[in-house]
C-alpha cells in the first residue's frame, strides 16, 4: 500500500544561516523545474489534493515551492514543504475554518489560502473557506491572486478532532 504522507513547514529554515525566522514572500516557480526533488512529493501531492477545500483548488493543484525571506542573513530561498514526521501527524484530523473578513481595499479579489505550504482554496471576501489539517503544527500564509504573500503567517497547534477558527483581514486578526 502507499504510504500517505503529509506537508509540513516544521523544521524549515534558512539553507545560508540556519534561521529559522522568515517571511513569506509568496509563490515561487522560476525555480520549480529545478526541483527534483518534487517527484519524491508526489505522495504529499495526493493528500493535499484530498484536503484542498474547493474542486477548483483540487483541479488547479500542483505542488510550487514558496518563497521566504530569511530574517537572519536578509537573503531569500525557495522551497517546497517537508514531510511529517510520524509524531506530528493527528489520530483525528482537525477542521479549519478560515474567516476572510470584509475589507473594502482588496473587495473584488479572491485570496489563496496555503495551509503547510500548500494551497488549500481561494476565498471571496466575506467568505469562509473550511479545509482539514492532519498534523499537529500548523503554518496558514495568505496570497493574493498573483501569488503574493499577505502580511503574516498564523501558527497554531491543532486539537485531535477539534476545530480552529481562523480570522484574516489582510492581515490574522488574534
Ligand atoms: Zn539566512
Partial sequence: MEKTTYPTLEGLKCPKC???E???LGKGGAAAKEW??????GAVGGIARNFAADAKAKEDFELHPIAYKCMGCKKNYETLPFEAMEDEILSKECTVVFHRLSAFASMAVSQQVYLNGVKVG???NKK???FKTYTRNNTVF???QHGKALPGVFKFVAAEGGT???RFKNKFIR
Fill in 142 to 144: 495568505v496570497t493574493d
Fill in 164 to 166: 480552529q477558527e481562523i
Fill in 18 to 20: 540556519q534561521s529559522a
Fill in 128 to 130: 469562509a473557506l473550511v
Fill in 122 to 124: 481561494s476565498v471571496k
Fill in 22 to 24: 522568515y517571511k513569506v
Fill in 36 to 41: 527534483g526533488t518534487a517527484l519524491a512529493f
